[in-house]
């Protein structure tokens, strides 16, 4: 035999593409030619794999060897080919018998003494295999337990060359690995810990049920970064296919925690301010990583001291957001990744951030303004709550008052407000009263004249665009859903112009 034939998959962004790996040996100079658009760490492969497979103990062949990756049109990139490349290669020397390899999916990058690696993105790979309609994926041990999470596929796990070798020409054989049981999601952050702040926490409340991006102010130590992290525990529990779509995100990005293969809980991804674009959005050289935005798909990105933040940076926040997708170009292709993310912005009130509050502060009117005014207005006319926290006081700390909601109690009333949410929206398409467009909105359900009177007063004086008005509609049936009434009243609106027009303090 000197033709041999398997199958791996390149990734573009989290989509899979299952690509066919042919060898062909002839006679002629020894030497290798690769070709279908490989990147250079393909390219690099095969040194790799001649090293692996000489140090497993099988002899390279000396001959000319071509191999070919198709479709060619599709770039390829990264290690992941490593294996499927061995297997060929042997395959086509005679070494393994060619039918051992032919339905077979290979994953794995490999070190030159022949242990099979754990590649990037090995969730979303097997999920093309799968949906190819290929019955066994073989995947380096490293990998497996987030591999097996896709349902109809044998997942072989390898840990080296030589087991591999061993099962394909019938000497051993590697099991199939079975996923163990889910572990259940690790515990979040309890809301039952955030002492006073009844704003913020009603602010957290309304955001997670209606889904609605928030931007809290307020001094050092008055709870801001408490407040965002307890957001994604109350958002509902991520279903088996939203787990896997964002699970399958942070495996491309390599960001998988060990031991729990399953995201089912909604992210919480908070960059630094001085983090770069391709940390925040996506990037880097190679293959194209996620950023902390898809990161946060179907949770929550938060970026604490927003004015701190380039204004170009958060600038580039907009489009993605809105569209719930972005997409990342570079020399060797482009990606495309989802990010439906909600967004929590923080801010001190002031650059000088006195910790002891206003008292402190040295910071003039003209500095303070021109601190706030760093967010872009664009980025903050997408914000529907406005929420400013006032620093906590003694009381508060020693306990005065009842104890405060634990998450459990909060998360509940935002899953009945979101479920009456979707019943009203059924079929619309948005589930969440923050996705609704503004003319669906005030075509289709109408909220009584009356209860409008103050927004109408506000939209007259100019404190309230247009488009300013649809946001507190929508921030309005949000609150209806939490009080269970089946349209907003004019306390509803109300308290959403007053989530609204809530400035920093200037
Ligand atoms: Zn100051």
Request: charged share 20%; hydrophobic share 45%; net charge positive.
């Amino acid at each position: 035999m000197t033709l041999a034939r398997t199958w791996s998959v390149g990734l573009a962004g989290v989509s899979g593409a299952v690509v066919e790996v042919e060898v062909d040996m002839s006679a002629g100079v020894p030497g290798v030619v690769l070709v279908g658009l490989p990147d250079a760490v393909v390219r690099q492969s095969v040194d790799r794999v001649r090293a692996a497979v000489v140090n497993t103990g099988a002899s390279w062949p000396m001959r000319r060897i071509t191999i070919g990756l198709s479709p060619a049109s599709m770039p390829k990139q990264g290690s992941g080919f490593d294996l499927a490349l061995a297997a060929a290669v042997l395959a086509a020397a005679g070494t393994l018998p060619a039918d051992s390899i032919d339905g077979l999916v290979l994953l794995g990058e490999l070190g030159l003494d022949g242990t099979v690696r754990a590649v990037r993105g090995a969730l979303p790979a097997v999920l093309a295999a799968a949906r190819a309609g290929h019955g066994t994926v073989v995947v380096p041990a490293g990998n497996a337990e987030e591999a097996a999470l896709v349902d109809g596929v044998d997942v072989l796990a390898a840990r080296t060359l030589g087991d591999l070798v061993g099962h394909l020409s019938g000497r051993t054989r590697l099991a199939a690995h079975r996923r163990g049981p889910l572990p259940p999601p690790a515990p979040a952050p309890d809301l039952g810990d955030v002492v006073g702040q009844a704003a913020g926490r009603r602010a957290v409340e309304v955001a997670a049920a209606g889904g609605h991006h928030l931007f809290l102010t307020g001094p050092p130590g008055a709870g801001k970064t408490m407040l965002a992290e307890r957001l994604p525990g109350l958002l509902p529990v991520l279903d088996e296919r939203a787990a896997l779509e964002v699970t399958a995100i942070h495996s491309v990005a390599g960001t998988l925690p060990p031991g729990a293969p399953l995201l089912s809980r909604p992210p919480f991804e908070a960059p630094h301010h001085t983090a770069t674009m391709a940390a925040l959005v996506g990037g880097g050289s190679g293959a194209i990583r996620p950023g902390a935005l898809c990161r946060a798909h179907r949770g929550v990105l938060f970026l604490d001291e927003a004015p701190e933040f380039p204004r170009a940076t958060l600038d580039t926040l907009r489009q993605p957001l809105e569209r719930g997708q972005v997409t990342i170009s570079r020399a060797a292709g482009s990606a495309t990744f989802p990010c439906r993310a909600q967004l929590v912005l923080a801010a001190n009130p002031c650059p000088c951030a006195g910790a002891a509050g206003d008292a402190a502060c040295t910071c003039s009117p003209l500095e303070r303004r021109r601190y706030q005014s760093r967010l872009s207005g664009p980025l903050l006319d997408r914000i529907d709550l406005r929420v400013e926290l006032p620093p906590v006081t003694r009381a508060a700390w020693m306990g005065a008052g009842a104890a405060p909601e634990p998450t459990a109690a909060v998360a509940a009333r935002v899953a009945a407000a979101r479920a009456a949410a979707a019943a009203r929206l059924a079929g619309t398409g948005p589930a969440l009263n923050s996705q609704v467009p503004g003319r669906l909105l005030r075509e289709r359900w109408p909220v009584p004249r009356p209860a409008l009177a103050l927004a109408e007063r506000a939209l007259d004086r100019g404190l309230l665009s247009v488009r300013g008005l649809d946001r507190v509609l929508r921030v309005s049936w949000t609150l209806a859903d939490l009080a269970g009434r089946t349209v907003p009243d004019g306390d509803d609106v109300a308290e959403a112009l007053g989530m609204r027009l809530q400035r920093v303090a200037a």
